[in-house]
């Protein structure tokens, strides 16, 4: 099992907003594979951009919550650096979240 550590000279997307926060629970939409299992689909977590401003630590909450017990973050770290949430991966793991880094690079 791969353990991440948090990065300790960044921000989280807790730390020092301008604006407010979307606290609503993060929205997950769910697909049924072959009627034992379900996939779900969401934004980024903790998201902050122009348009969005999400807590990082409310959404591992609410993805936990739900039950997830596995996740599957596609963001590359430039990504997650330039969304303000350079430590999901450590967030999921520290929330028990089984965490699978599969960065897909944009052609």
Not at 17 to 22: P, Q
Not at 25 to 52: H, M, N
Not at 88 to 103: N, Q, T
Request: aromatic content about 6%.
């Amino acid at each position: 099992m791969v353990k991440f550590r948090a990065t300790a000279d960044c921000d989280t997307s807790d730390d020092e907003l301008d604006g407010i926060v979307d606290q609503a629970p993060l929205k997950v939409d769910w697909l049924r594979i072959c009627d034992i299992s379900e996939v779900g689909i969401c934004s980024l977590p903790g998201c902050i951009s122009a348009d969005q401003r999400r807590s990082l630590r409310g959404d591992v909450d609410s993805i936990r919550s739900l039950g997830v017990q596995d996740v599957f973050v596609l963001c590359t770290s430039a990504e997650l650096r330039r969304f303000r949430v350079r430590n999901l991966l450590w967030e999921y793991d520290s929330a028990g979240v089984e965490v699978h880094h599969w960065p897909l690079e944009a052609d």
